[in-house]
T-cell receptor
Framework: DAGVIQSPRHEVTEMGQEVTLRCKPI?????LFWYRQTMMRGLELLIY????????DSGMPEDRFSAKMPNASFSTLKIQPSEPRDSAVYFC???????????FGQGTRLTVV | SQQGEEDPQALSIQEGENATMNCSYK?????LQWYRQNSGRGLVHLIL?????REKHSGRLRVTLDTSKKSSSLLITASRAADTASYFC????????????FGKGTRLHILP
């Protein structure tokens, strides 16, 4: 398995534009997590899905953020409209039902100018 | 709020010395995990210790867990330059399903 795949690796966009981050979890993993990492706030859990269903989105900062998981092999995190303070590295991770380990993607470095 | 809190936030030691990082958490857990993150990369799983275990070893890594104090420690023996990274603890809370919660990490720097 190629691991958790995120795209794009880097994204630079102008303030006000819509940004869509994509994630393909490891096949067979039923939990998927979206994290945001910055120097100031560290690693923040934004939302997680279990069996494609959003379980806890309390970490989503604002209504500008939305996440979907239409099937077991794909998830998106969308920011509309984007703002400079959204600049961060966004990670997707997936894990098995037993939660013995979370596998992380390489992250998407988002810069909003 | 964050379940795990690592201590110290940053640590610099000489190559060859041992590095100890601590993690405290708030609620009962199923297991606790340690991860490493190299600069610009995703987190990588290092070791897992279950709530009924007190100590676990993996190579140069030694993890302890004290559930009465809700704390864990990660010891890296004979540190190497390649150990320079951020280290995170993550807890699998007993009362929440399928949700691994990470602390803010300890930045470890190994000096040559």
């Amino acid at each position: 398995d190629a691991g958790v795949i995120q795209s794009p690796r880097h994204e630079v966009t102008e303030m006000g534009q819509e940004v869509t981050l994509r994630c393909k979890p490891i096949s067979g993993h039923n939990s998927l997590f979206w994290y945001r990492q910055t120097m100031m706030r560290g690693l923040e859990l934004l939302i997680y899905f279990n069996n494609n269903v959003p379980i806890d989105d309390s970490g989503m900062p604002e209504d500008r953020f939305s996440a979907k998981m239409p099937n077991a092999s794909f998830s998106t995190l969308k920011i509309q409209p984007s703002e400079p303070r959204d600049s961060a590295v966004y990670f997707c991770a997936s894990s098995t039902p037993t939660n013995t380990e979370a596998f992380f993607g390489q992250g998407t470095r988002l810069t909003v100018v | 709020s964050q379940q795990g809190e690592e201590d110290p936030q940053a640590l610099s030691i000489q190559e060859g010395e041992n590095a100890t990082m601590n993690c405290s958490y708030k609620t009962s857990i199923n297991n606790l995990q340690w991860y490493r993150q190299n600069s610009g990369r995703g987190l990588v799983h290092l070791i897992l210790i279950r709530s009924n275990e007190r100590e676990k070893h993996s190579g140069r890594l030694r993890v302890t867990l004290d559930t009465s104090k809700k704390s864990s420690s990660l010891l890296i023996t004979a540190s190497r330059a390649a150990d320079t990274a951020s280290y995170f603890c993550a807890t699998d809370p007993m009362n929440r399903d399928d949700k691994i919660i990470f602390g803010k990490g300890t930045r470890l720097h190994i000096l040559p």
